[in-house]
């Protein structure tokens, strides 16, 4: 069972917690993942107890959790609109990946630049440097 260490509490992004012990794929995790994962952002999502525990009582693991839209949340799980749109919001961020392009000059005055793809945990780096 993963230790459900919770993120910085001086973390501002407004990203969700990812606790650095779950698996980098989240369609990976079981469904004590997908709890851990809840919990660590109960606070900030308004989240209950009772939320999170019918996730994990429907036997959700990280593949399912990805699938699910609001309108599932609402019609066939009959989570509250309020709470599934929240669940949503953490499943977005989950599934959709985040871009950045930043540019770093080195020493000898070579203008690199790099693009940093994040997807739940995992981060990848790709830079083409001008000569």
Not at 26 to 43: D, G, I, M, T
Not at 67 to 85: D, H, I, N
């Amino acid at each position: 069972m993963p230790d459900s260490t919770p993120c910085s509490p001086t973390d501002t992004s407004g990203d969700p917690c990812i606790p650095p012990d779950l698996p980098p794929n989240f369609s990976k995790w079981n469904r004590e993942h997908v709890r851990v994962f809840l919990q660590a952002n109960q606070e900030d999502y308004g989240l209950d107890e009772e939320d999170i525990d019918y996730i994990y009582g429907n036997k959700i693991m990280g593949r399912d959790f990805a699938k699910l839209t609001e309108e599932k949340l609402v019609t066939f799980y009959k989570l509250p609109f309020g709470v599934a749109s929240r669940i949503y919001e953490l499943i977005t961020t989950l599934t959709k990946p985040l871009q950045r392009v930043d540019t770093l000059v080195t020493e000898k005055n070579t203008q690199c630049t790099f693009s940093s793809l994040c997807l739940g945990n995992l981060l990848i780096l790709v830079w083409d440097s001008a000569v």
